[in-house]
Structure formats: C-alpha cells, structure tokens
C-alpha cells in the first residue's frame, strides 16, 4: 500500500460499508450506559490503544456518565498494510498507577488476539482493582492466541476493515463508518 495521490483512488478502495455510523453510535451509546451503571463509584481509567481506537475512545468516553479517567497506550503490531507482522510493541505506556482505578481496555478490533493477550498481562501485573476488556469489532476466525473480549460490539467476518479509526497504511481512520477495504483497488 502506497501514498493515496487522488480522491478517486480514496474512494475506489473503499468495497463497502459494513457497519453504518447509526450502527456505531447506538451500540456506544448503550455501551457507555452499561459502564455507567455497572462500576461502584471508584474511578475508571479508560486506557486506549493507539491509534486505532482513538475514535471509539472519544465517542465512548462521552456516554459515560460517572467518574472516569483516559489514558493512552500504544501497542503496534501492523506495520504497514494488511499482514500481520506477528510482533507486538508497547511504544508508549500509561502515566497512571492503576492500582488505584477500575482499567478498562478500549480497543478498536481483536484480530489475532496478540495484542491485547499481550496489554492484558501487562496491566493485571500492576494490580488494577479491575480489569475489562471492550473492543469495537472481533473477528474471532482470524484468532491465533486464546483471547475473549468481555464485551465486543460487532463481530464481523474475515475482513480487513477501515474507518472509524482503523487504518491501511495510515489511510481511512477519518471515515465515519465501517467499511470493508478494497485489495483489487491497489
Ligand atoms: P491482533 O494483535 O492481531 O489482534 O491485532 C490487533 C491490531 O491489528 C488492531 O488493534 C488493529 O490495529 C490491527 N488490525 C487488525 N485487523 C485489522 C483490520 O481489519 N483493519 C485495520 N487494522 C486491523
Ligand atoms: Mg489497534
């Protein structure tokens, strides 16, 4: 995948849309209600993983209505295009001490499960009071570690997606939906 040089290029890879924006906000919206009634009072660290899930943070973090902080961290293991590259680094960590918050995890997709498997070992290990896990999208037919999200909005089938934070190639965060990438447009 290179530099995206016209708007007609843009366009032409974009397949289709998969989950529409309405889709999206609802499924936050009621997602934000569950947090909201579900932790005792103690603050939340809403910890993102960048960049892909920056925009779900930021929708997310708005329906929610008790004391709640972010963070952010950024974990990479998609480097460039549609393969995984099977690394995962930590290339910047929290400033909070959790010990001290309800953490929960806000990802944008559970692909192989590497990432996160990866993030959640390293967050129980600094003894937050809990631990959870919610990502925008799963695609459990692509898993290679044994990983479960305790809440995932969509599943999809075996795609690659863009949109709404996720990326190819660093293109496509910006669009408001879900949608399927197009390989035949390169
Ligand atoms: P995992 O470690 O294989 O579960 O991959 C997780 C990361 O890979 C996600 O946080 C995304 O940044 C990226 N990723 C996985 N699948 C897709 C996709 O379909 N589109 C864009 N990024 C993806
Ligand atoms: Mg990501």
Redesign the pocket.
């Known amino acids: 995948m290179g530099i995206i040089n016209s708007k007609e290029e843009f366009a032409g890879r974009i397949k289709r849309v998969l989950v529409t924006e309405e889709e999206i906000r609802q499924a936050v919206k009621e997602t934000g209600k569950e947090i909201s009634d579900s932790y005792d009072g103690r603050p939340i660290l809403l910890v993102s993983?960048l960049k892909?899930a920056f925009v779900f943070m930021a929708d997310l973090c708005r329906e929610i209505n008790v004391p709640c902080e972010i963070g952010f961290m950024c974990a990479k293991?998609?480097y460039n295009g549609t393969v995984?590259s099977g690394a995962?680094k930590i290339t910047m960590d929290l400033e909070q001490d959790i010990s001290k918050y309800h953490v929960i995890i806000v990802?944008?997709?559970?692909?192989?499960?590497?990432?996160?498997s990866d993030v959640v070992k390293l967050l129980k290990a600094r003894n937050p009071i809990s631990l959870k896990v919610i990502t925008l999208l799963d695609?459990p037919a692509?898993r290679?570690v044994d990983f479960k999200a305790d809440k995932a909005l969509f599943t999809i089938p075996d795609?690659?997606?863009?949109g709404y934070g996720?990326?190819?190639g660093e293109y496509y965060r910006n669009l408001p939906y879900i949608a399927e990438?197009d390989e035949k447009g390169e």
Not at 159 to 162: A, C, H, L, R, S
Request: with cysteine; net charge neutral.
């Open positions: 993983i892909g293991s998609y995984s995962v990802e944008d997709i559970i692909d192989t499960g590497r990432t996160l695609k692509r290679k795609y690659f997606v863009i996720l990326d190819c990438y």
